[in-house]
């Protein structure tokens, strides 16, 4: 396979900003060009917000590290013009098996229901989902869309002004000064910018070390998550495997708490652990070998003035569930369209409050989760051991038994019921799951799909209900999209839009969340709903 992680994509080259005799000022400056800071600047480009991603790096992240990225991602991602290249380079799955000792449980179908577009998950290594975001961004750049990723660019400090902010930009020609209106830090779980602001992440540490290895071979293991307690391989412990393209494996093997972590990466430590998994005739390479620790923590405010903070920069959980990048770019799906708003004079500031409030409650949702999912696959006294086993031997048989096991609750959207921008839930009879603050749910529409009529702005979106082509309250708008359930081939759209109502109108957010919604069109509700969902009230 190639190797994209030695190859320099966006290497430095002087920037008239760092001849300029005042340091030159921009809209929106991004540090970090990992998956979530270039998704923050694909999304506010799209949007016509300028914006300059500054990273130290030229080239993408070496590893797999990222792999499994799920349904409401990939949709975000179709948002933003990249889903379709993603699906087309990763591996797609819905099936999960899992494994006790020796032998299989049970399975578990991911999305068993019809209709959508996307599959539950893709497999894919982050160096080519990076690869593929920087594909896009290049594209927008060429454009003409007001975008730059400065490769060989070292943020040094971030102070405030009266203006907005100031960095210090460190290059290999010497260091420059720049302004920004705003800074999204998407720096990862290290974050400098956090450091350099004495800000810390609270949480918890969990005791126990993991094993990843990026394997490369020809195996026949089907395209499925698998998951071991108490392997033959790796007795009392755990393991993971996933498939993805290009021929890699990815395998994580608990290793317990006190080890020599240096040793544990030296192949000639890792290649027999894998040989009694793997067996002695399957031959293998390894690509890429890493220990982690499980971390649950986040930082207490993610926005500080005009300094927002998203995904691990923000927040930090154990790779079990896969809701680190997942999480990270939904962060930047609910911030983009609130800081373009707010950047273009439409909304007032205190609209980012939304995204602190709402990415915070996605945070400690996905640390629940993944707390919950660490303490189940390693239990921390006999009796929590024993307790875990039985579940697991009931399981086998008895259905009742299996969402008792946790080996790793995989990454769902989190529904804002409390949000400060939700408006009415005025349409009897219809169904919970698109109740404002849910995500909108996929529904096929002929030869397409709903989420992808709905764009990245303000919908007004009828079914079987008459209102206006476009809806105004003061700067912001709405547009109508307009259906019918006699179009409804499958039901689909009837099933989770309307339930036992008749007809319906909802108000959905550019980032495809359910504002509010209503048995029919009233002028007044509906630009009343429209302003609260923009910080107008």
Not at 78 to 92: E, N, S, T, W
Not at 120 to 133: C, D, P, R, T
Not at 437 to 461: E, I, K, Q, T, W
Not at 524 to 532: G, P, S
Request: net charge negative; charged share 25%; proline share 6%.
């Amino acid at each position: 396979m190639g190797r994209i992680f030695e190859t320099a994509l966006y290497p430095y080259s002087r920037s008239p900003d760092q001849d300029a005799a005042t340091p030159a000022r921009h809209r929106v400056v991004i540090v970090g060009a990992g998956p979530v800071g270039l998704a923050a600047a694909i999304d506010l480009a799209t949007q016509g917000i300028e914006v300059v991603v500054l990273d130290e790096n030229d080239r993408v992240s070496w590893g797999s590290r990222a792999i499994c990225f799920a349904k409401r991602p990939l949709e975000i991602l179709d948002r933003l013009g990249a889903g379709q290249r993603m699906v087309d380079k990763g591996v797609l799955w819905n099936l999960g098996k899992v494994f006790f000792g020796d032998r299989q449980v049970y399975d578990f179908n991911l999305l068993p229901e019809a209709g959508h577009r996307r599959p539950a998950f893709i497999n894919l290594q982050q160096y080519h989902f990076e690869n593929l975001l920087c594909e896009r961004l290049f594209e927008l750049q060429a454009k003409g869309a007001p975008v730059e990723l400065r490769g060989g660019n070292r943020v040094a400090s971030v102070t405030e002004q009266e203006f907005g902010m100031e960095l210090e930009v460190e290059t290999p020609q010497g260091s420059y000064r720049l302004q920004a209106d705003w800074v999204i830090a998407c720096d990862g779980a290290g974050s400098p910018v956090r450091k350099m602001m004495g800000l810390d992440f609270v949480g918890r540490v969990f005791e126990d070390n993991f094993l990843i290895a990026d394997v490369v071979m020809d195996g026949d293991f089907p395209t499925e998550r698998w998951f071991w307690f108490d392997p033959p391989f790796n007795r009392g412990q755990s393991a993971l495997l996933h498939k993805q393209p290009d021929g890699v494996w990815r395998i994580d093997l608990q290793l317990g708490w006190n080890i020599d972590r240096e040793a544990a990466v030296k192949p000639e430590n890792v290649i027999p652990r894998l040989r009694e998994m793997l067996g002695d005739e399957v031959k293998f390479e390894l690509e890429w070998v890493s220990v982690y620790t499980f971390q649950c923590r986040r930082m207490e405010k993610f926005r500080h003035g005009r300094v927002i903070f998203a995904g691990d920069s923000a927040h930090q959980v154990s790779p079990f569930g896969a809701r680190g990048a997942n999480s990270g770019l939904q962060d930047v799906d609910n911030l983009c369209w609130k800081l373009a708003l707010v950047a273009e004079g439409k909304a007032p500031e205190s609209l980012l409050d939304s995204y602190d409030a709402e990415r915070v409650q996605g945070a400690e949702e996905n640390i629940l989760n993944s707390t919950r999912s660490t303490d189940f696959i390693t239990p921390k006294t006999e009796v929590s051991r024993l307790f875990r086993d039985a579940v697991l031997d009931l399981s086998e048989a008895h259905e009742f038994a299996r969402p008792l096991v946790n080996s790793g609750r995989l990454s769902v959207p989190c529904i804002h019921d409390a949000s400060a921008l939700n408006g009415p839930d005025a349409l009897p009879g219809a169904p919970a799951r698109t109740r404002p603050g849910a995500p909108c749910a996929d529904a096929p529409l002929g030869a397409g799909f709903l989420l992808d009529r709905l764009g990245n702005d303000f919908v007004l979106l009828t079914i079987d209900a008459e209102a206006p082509e476009r809806i105004e309250a003061g700067p912001i708008a709405a547009r109508r999209l307009a259906l019918r359930t006699a179009d409804d081939a499958t039901g689909a759209l009837a099933a989770r839009y309307l339930g036992g109502a008749g007809q319906g109108v909802y108000l959905i957010r550019p980032d495809q969340i359910v504002a509010a919604r209503w048995a029919g069109f009233e002028q007044t509700a509906v630009q009343a709903a429209l302003r609260r969902a923009t910080g107008g009230e």
